[in-house]
């Protein structure tokens, strides 16, 4: 079983930064495929970004240049790297694990097989959530 335990959430001003975290406790290595999510009420959850095994990434356009995805694997601990927030960047923020690989697609651009931008029914695992505010 695989436990996934968010952190670094809260309130900021627009333009700030925050930095998420991610604990992964369980057996869970390398090889899973790691994933932010974020949700407002009454709203579907929607892929932030994404990072493979091979650490590729992908993000979605709303964050893109603005947010990294990064994870430590010695520290089982993934990260989200939020700069430039903006108040629609208010969530709840999530983090996900899958053991059976990210879902993936062949990019035209640098001809690499990078991992697809996350849904919801792709993964398996995921943390209670970390709360994050961006003021105007």
């Known amino acids: 079983q695989v436990q996934l335990v968010e952190s670094g959430g809260g309130s900021v001003q627009a333009g700030g930064s925050l930095r998420l975290s991610c604990a992964a406790f369980g057996y869970i290595d390398s090889m899973y495929c790691m994933a932010w999510f974020r949700q407002v009420p009454g709203k579907e959850r929607e892929g932030v970004a994404i990072i493979a095994s091979d650490e590729l990434t992908t993000y979605a356009d709303s964050v893109k240049g603005r947010f990294t995805i990064s994870k430590d694997n010695a520290k089982n601990t993934l990260y989200l790297q939020m700069n430039s927030l903006k108040p629609e960047d208010t969530a709840m923020y999530y983090c996900?694990?899958?053991?059976?690989?990210?879902?993936?697609?062949?990019?035209?651009?640098?001809?690499?097989?990078?991992?697809?931008?996350?849904?919801?029914?792709?993964?398996?695992?995921w943390g209670q959530g970390t709360h994050v505010t961006v003021s105007s």
């Open positions: 996900a694990a899958e053991r059976r690989g990210c879902p993936s697609y062949y990019s035209d651009y640098d001809h690499l097989v990078r991992p697809a931008l996350p849904l919801e029914a792709d993964f398996d695992y």
